[in-house]
């Protein structure tokens, strides 16, 4: 079971899988290269959400890894 947050599979929450994210930002179930792992609020679309979630799960993660 991956890990929320880390899209690369490094077992870490880092600044790459930020940058990945940011990639992802405004994509939705109906555009091409939606990936459903960007959208950690399972509403269907990667937005700003999703952004705000992964800051908390990065912050978590740093605070204790």
Same mark, same amino acid.
């Given at each position: 079971? =991956?890990? &929320?947050?880390?899209? $690369?599979?490094?077992? #870490?929450?880092?600044?790459? !899988? *930020?940058?990945?994210?940011? $990639?992802?930002?405004?994509?939705?179930?109906?555009? =091409?290269? *939606? $990936? &459903?792992?960007?959208?950690?609020? /399972? $509403?269907? #679309?990667?937005?700003? /959400?999703?952004?705000?979630? *992964?800051?908390?799960?990065? !912050?978590?993660? #740093?605070?204790? =890894?």
């Amino acid at each position: 079971n =991956p890990m &929320a947050g880390d899209f $690369d599979g490094s077992g #870490r929450v880092e600044l790459d !899988d *930020f940058f990945t994210l940011i $990639d992802h930002l405004g994509l939705t179930v109906f555009t =091409p290269g *939606f $990936d &459903a792992r960007y959208d950690l609020n /399972d $509403d269907g #679309r990667v937005s700003f /959400d999703d952004f705000f979630l *992964f800051l908390d799960i990065y !912050d978590n993660h #740093r605070l204790d =890894p």
